[in-house]
């Protein structure tokens, strides 16, 4: 009896250990599976595209917004009570016209005080003089009379400047804008009246990339296709900055004629610049940009890996970007999926 016990103890003690053998088998595998499907899943997806040479148009396209070619505040030299608007919104002015009037009873008043004291100074002057033959008064004190209708003289010749100043003119011809007061408005010297700008020609203010910038020159013909109207227009460089804005973009101004007041300060225009013959030119998508253009950094994959690299851009051409440093042909750049991924980001590539 106590034989049989301690077999079946054997057996029950056997049965235990295959079963703790089958668990641990099963434990490993199911890790190892896990550790698979772990080292799968860490890879992120993403498209890519090759860099390659292209031959690319000399031509190329900026977007910009049109200015007037003149754009005054007029402005009181005085302050005082408006009185009178010669002119409304819309209307036509030309230099030296008057386009507001100040009240003149304050100034009037100045005036015929700074005349009588003029006027006084001179007739004390007189009997001065007189006097001085005389021997009645001191060459001092005629010295002092003179100076004091010198300094009277002065002051009314002020106040005449400023009596004909209640008169407020243009300095520039043009259209009216804006009107910034009413009259009876009281207001302090300085103060805009009127908003004149002149559109019978615009200036189209547009950016270019650092890579063409030394291909310009002032008096070149630019192609301009304003986005309001279907005709293409002829302008010219009138202007090109001496510095980049900071983003190595270079504000350049095309000066269009508009004598027939289609367009308007403020719409939107493309300029086409007609650069040299076609070109082979190292390029990648845009998409492949991480953010922006003007960032200058894209995810290259090699080994699996992508790896965050900053280069140097060119001219962009609509959907194709061309690299002047920092990728070589046959390089392959992400360009999609980059949110997903960090500098040295493990990588599967799908179609």
């Not at 054997?10 to 049965?15: D, E, K, L, P």
């Not at 009037?108 to 006027?119: F, G, Q």
């Amino acid at each position: 009896m106590k034989k049989k016990s301690i077999l079946t103890l054997i057996a029950i003690v056997g049965v235990a250990l295959i079963f703790m053998f089958i668990l641990q088998s099963n434990k490993s595998k199911n890790q190892a599976e896990l550790a698979i499907v772990s080292e799968v899943n860490s890879e992120v997806a993403v498209r890519t595209a090759a860099v390659s040479h292209e031959q690319i148009s000399g031509q190329f396209t900026a977007n910009g917004t049109f200015l007037p070619q003149t754009q005054a505040q007029i402005a009181s030299e005085l302050g005082g009570q408006v009185i009178s608007l010669e002119v409304q919104e819309g209307s036509q002015v030309r230099p030296g016209q008057v386009i507001a009037r100040l009240a003149t009873d304050k100034i009037n008043v100045n005036l015929t005080n700074a005349k009588a004291v003029l006027n006084n100074a001179e007739a004390t002057l007189q009997r001065y003089e007189a006097a001085f033959k005389t021997g009645g008064i001191t060459a001092v004190q005629l010295d002092q009379a003179r100076l004091q209708v010198e300094n009277a003289r002065a002051q009314y010749e002020s106040a005449s400047l400023s009596s004909g100043d209640t008169a407020i003119r243009s300095q520039v011809a043009g259209i009216v804008n804006r009107k910034m007061v009413e009259i009876g408005s009281v207001i302090g010297a300085g103060t805009p009246i009127v908003e004149v700008v002149d559109i019978t020609s615009l200036k189209l203010r547009v950016e270019v990339d650092e890579a063409v910038v030394g291909n310009l020159e002032v008096g070149d013909t630019v192609t301009v296709l304003p986005s309001a109207t279907s005709r293409t227009l002829e302008g010219q460089v009138t202007f090109i900055a001496p510095a980049s804005n900071g983003a190595l973009k270079f504000p350049v101004e095309i000066t269009v004629d508009n004598a027939s007041g289609q367009l308007r300060g403020g719409m939107y225009a493309t300029a086409r610049f007609n650069q040299n013959a076609a070109r082979e030119v190292l390029t990648i998508p845009r998409e492949a940009f991480v953010g922006s253009v003007s960032d200058n950094q894209v995810f290259v994959v090699k080994d699996g890996k992508a790896h965050l690299t900053t280069i140097r851009s060119g001219i962009n051409h609509g959907g194709k970007v061309e690299v002047l440093e920092g990728l070589q042909a046959g390089d392959q750049v992400v360009t999609s999926g980059q949110i997903n991924l960090l500098d040295q980001s493990a990588v599967r590539i799908i179609q």
